[in-house]
């Protein structure tokens, strides 16, 4: 297939380079023009992937309607804040013909939308029957090793899900499908704000225990939101929900994970966020997460503590507190 990538992160990097090695005809749009330069003579993502030799076959562009034209399946893999802004961009450019796939991660701010109901605003209700989201426990730097991994794509359309499913699935890659776009989506977004809680914990010098509660709590939260908004309750047991939460609160090499432990080490958000290169989602996930909860009426205490400690300067060891000291009641 003929495939065009927007977003040159580590993770649209990672899979543009996985599905150029299975053999499809990819470019990857490169919103840094300098890194556009040079990673075709370089054929290395010095700036969010370092280290890793891309395939030979990947091509590069900065314009984003090279990227897109002629492209019959569209992986979008930006930030999921500028997800609206990217696809509107592309829009001209796209077949009424092609798949449509988002990698992106997050809920919008301001709309509270996921990013299937951000494509379908920019684009109509007809781009949903021709789209896809892909989520699951997958770090970028793991799945460029080609260590086994699995992950799940929704869609409403199952032939489209079985296209996306083939066209992304290799020896290392392994791809279910399923029809739970609002639960793989908020799988892959509440996660992060989870996985801030979990590296809190950690950077407070807490254990396992705390850990493993954080992580089932965290679930329920989840599961409360999802099934309010529409999800199927089985979603958040597979890939796209306990699978991809598990993974980021406790890999080290999670984002969100790894400023929630310098939180819970004391050191202020805004220092944090200077000092690294990439996004961390679940920062202004927590946000849309805690309104959007609010406007669904769930209790979500994680996702609240969380809300205070980034936007309210409350002390991480406080919200732990007031988290243990809540009104006992059954599981």
Known sequence: MKIGVLGAGSWGTTLAHLLAGVGHQVCLWVYEKDLAERLPARREND????????????????????????????????????????????????????????????????SLQLMSEVLEDVAGTEILQRSAFLSGPSFAREVAAEMPTAVAVAALDDAVAGQVQAAFSSDAFRVYTNNDIV????GGALKNVIALAAGVSDGLGFGHNTRAALITRGLAEITRIGLAKGAVQS??????????????CTGDLSRNRTVG??????????????????????????LSARQLAQKLGIDAPIVEQMYQILYQDKSARQAVIDLMQRDLKAE
């Open 47 to 110: 700036l969010y992937l370092p280290g890793v030799q891309l395939a030979e076959t990947l091509s590069y562009s900065n314009d984003i309607g090279t990227a897109t034209a002629d492209a019959e399946l569209l992986l979008l893999v930006p930030p999921s804040q500028v997800l609206r802004r990217v696809f509107t961009a592309a829009l001209p450019y796209l077949s009424p013909r092609s798949l449509v796939v988002s990698a992106s991660k997050g809920i919008e701010n301001d």
């Open 183 to 186: 639960g793989v989506e908020l």
């Open 235 to 248: 979603t958040f047991s597979g890939l796209a929900g306990m699978g991809d939460l598990v993974l980021t």
């Open 261 to 286: 432990m310098e939180l819970g080490r004391g050191r202020s958000l805004d220092d944090i966020l200077s000092g690294m290169q990439m996004v961390a989602e679940g920062v202004k996930t927590t």
